[in-house]
């Protein structure tokens, strides 16, 4: 389950964090991606790919731009490009 706070997007199961996105708000319409943390008890497991793949969609969503220092999602979209 994903959960949507101030400057974090948060996954859960069972009521355990699994792994988060941080994300800094640069203007009223475009935000920063600067972090992506996976538990290392569950790495491996497509979590990290999960979460950008929901943060991204929740954000467009929401008309509001997003820049990425977190090297995982310039991963994630070159990725998302060869297919």
């Known amino acids: 389950m994903f959960k949507v706070e ?4 948060v996954y859960e199961e069972n009521n355990e964090v ?6 800094v708000y640069l ?6 991606i600067i972090h992506t943390f996976v538990n290392p008890n ?4 497509g979590i990290a ?3 950008v793949g929901y943060a991204l969609d929740y954000f467009e969503k929401k008309g509001i731009n997003v ?12 990725e998302q490009n060869e297919n």
């Open 27 to 32: 203007n009223s319409n475009t935000i920063d």
């Open 6 to 9: 101030e400057n974090k997007i």
């Open 49 to 51: 790919k999960k979460l």
């Open 42 to 45: 569950h790495r491996g497991k």
């Open 67 to 78: 820049k990425y220092s977190c090297s995982y999602v310039g991963h994630y979209k070159e």
């Open 18 to 23: 699994l792994g988060f996105i941080e994300f």
